[in-house]
T-cell receptor, first 111, second 111 residues
Framework: DAEITQSPRHKITETGRQVTLACHQTWNHNNMFWYRQDLGHGLRLIHYSYGVQDTNKGEVSDGYSVSRSNTEDLPLTLESAASSQTSVYFC??????????FGQGTRLTVV | QKEVEQDPGPLSVPEGAIVSLNCTYSNSAFQYFMWYRQYSRKGPELLMYTYSSGNKEDGRFTAQVDKSSKYISLFIRDSQPSDSATYLCAMHGGATNKLIFGTGTLLAVQP
């Protein structure tokens, strides 16, 4: 069965370190998204991509970057982790206007 | 002003009650409206999907969209303890497929 997987599921890192969260989907979807989820804010869009070599900034993109070198993967990089980036991160993929499928999330703690 | 507003709750109801969840939005370009359900420590899963205005029913769930009022609702009939979760409304304008979420409403159905 097609799926979307995130790794790691849990990560603790120190302030100032570079961190990369992985997202891999086997749906062959063109659209991929990264969200962060925080209490009181719901899901906020960080970055998104509509295809290989395409990346776009969402509403909370500062301090984050993504790259899309193939259809299956959209890694999210925190250039210099800050305590404000402690959150649960979700990756999602979709095709056209259809349902977006979400991964199980990565719980990141920056200490 | 946020593009999508949702009452965060929490909402606690007895088993068998009718539950009403609501969202309002400001962007008139939104055409696709969704409700996602998220269990604790899991990724969101699509529950209902509606295009433009109108009603859609699926078992105990009914989604309503009123584009003239920029208001969407989700009704749950005969609520069950297994319905206890966070419910997130989401919407997009079609061309961008960029989902914008409400903050989510935490629902607890008491047996």
């Amino acid at each position: 069965d097609a799926e979307i997987t995130q790794s790691p599921r849990h990560k603790i890192t120190e302030t100032g370190r570079q961190v990369t969260l992985a997202c891999h989907q086997t749906w062959n979807h063109n659209n991929m998204f990264w969200y962060r989820q925080d209490l009181g804010h719901g899901l906020r869009l960080i970055h998104y991509s509509y295809g290989v070599q395409d990346t776009n900034k969402g509403e909370v993109s500062d301090g984050y970057s993504v790259s899309r070198s193939n259809t299956e993967d959209l890694p999210l990089t925190l250039e210099s982790a800050a305590s404000s980036q402690t959150s649960v991160y979700f990756c999602a993929s979709s095709e056209s206007s259809d349902e977006a499928f979400f991964g199980q999330g990565t719980r990141l703690t920056v200490v | 002003q946020k593009e999508v507003e949702q009452d965060p709750g929490p909402l606690s109801v007895p088993e068998g009650a009718i539950v009403s969840l609501n969202c309002t939005y400001s962007n008139s370009a939104f055409q696709y409206f969704m409700w996602y359900r998220q269990y604790s420590r899991k990724g969101p899963e699509l529950l209902m999907y509606t295009y433009s205005s109108g009603n859609k029913e699926d078992g105990r769930f009914t989604a309503q969209v009123d584009k003239s009022s920029k208001y969407i609702s989700l009704f749950i009939r005969d609520s069950q303890p297994s319905d206890s979760a966070t419910y997130l409304c989401a919407m997009h304008g079609g061309a961008t497929n960029k989902l914008i979420f409400g903050t989510g409403t935490l629902l607890a159905v008491q047996p």
